[in-house]
């Protein structure tokens, strides 16, 4: 029972720090865009679904009730195309690493509406069905728990080298900033003495053609 209860705080401990989700709902006019990004490391599964809410509950949808939702890599490959659509979803896994882009863009209309849009986006760990795996097989709570417990440290690790890598990044970048930073002032160091040298040099010139010295 006590191994049952380390293992349930840990499963809570590590929840928090697996993959990042997004559940959130937004109002867009029509005519007008809004995107929304999230950051996913190259290999890793991502999923999301999207629905208009509709603002006369217990009838059909109105028609103006229309969306162009497009998911795209930084990169700009684009993962899903929605075109006049009130709904849909999409799955992918990464390609790349980098910010992923999910643009609604609500179609115009005249008179303007405004349309609330309910968007759930889950990466990582996060975008599994846990709840399918164990309808589809005949496994233990606790193996459940095990296997994503053991998906959630495989998602941590990963997540672990991945900023190892864009902190190495960064300092290569920083260390090429400074290298950059440090030629530049030389140079301009340089160029002033030249400047000096050369006003100096003309005046001497100018006051020995006047007479003056």
């Not at 990004?37 to 890793?44: F, V």
């Not at 603002?55 to 700009?76: A, C, F, M, W």
């Not at 233990?140 to 890598?165: A, P």
Request: aromatic fraction near 10%.
């Amino acid at each position: 029972m006590n191994m049952m209860r380390v293992i349930g705080t840990l499963v809570v401990i590590l929840g928090f720090l697996s993959s990042p989700s997004q559940s959130l709902r937004f109002e867009i006019q029509s005519g007008h865009t809004r995107c929304i990004a999230e950051d996913i490391k190259s290999n890793s599964m991502t999923v999301g679904k999207y629905n208009i809410v509709n603002p006369n509950e217990g009838q059909p949808l109105p028609d103006s009730h229309k969306l162009i939702v497009r998911v795209t890599s930084s990169y700009g490959n684009s993962y899903h195309f929605g075109d006049h659509v009130d709904s849909g979803h999409f799955a992918f896994t990464a390609a790349e690493d980098g910010d992923y882009m999910t643009c609604f863009w609500a179609v115009d209309h005249n008179p303007q509406i405004t349309l609330t849009i309910d968007f759930d986006w889950r990466t990582g760990v996060q975008a599994k069905d846990w709840s399918n795996v164990a309808k589809k097989g005949t496994v233990e709570v606790m193996e459940i728990e095990l296997k994503r417990l053991i998906d959630t440290v495989d998602s941590i690790h990963q997540e672990m080298f991945y900023l190892r890598e864009r902190e190495s990044e960064m300092q290569q970048l920083n260390e090429a900033t400074n290298s950059r930073m440090a030629w530049l002032s030389g140079l301009s160091l340089l160029i002033c003495i030249t400047v000096a040298g050369l006003q100096l040099w003309h005046l001497k010139t100018f006051f020995e053609k006047k007479k003056l010295i």
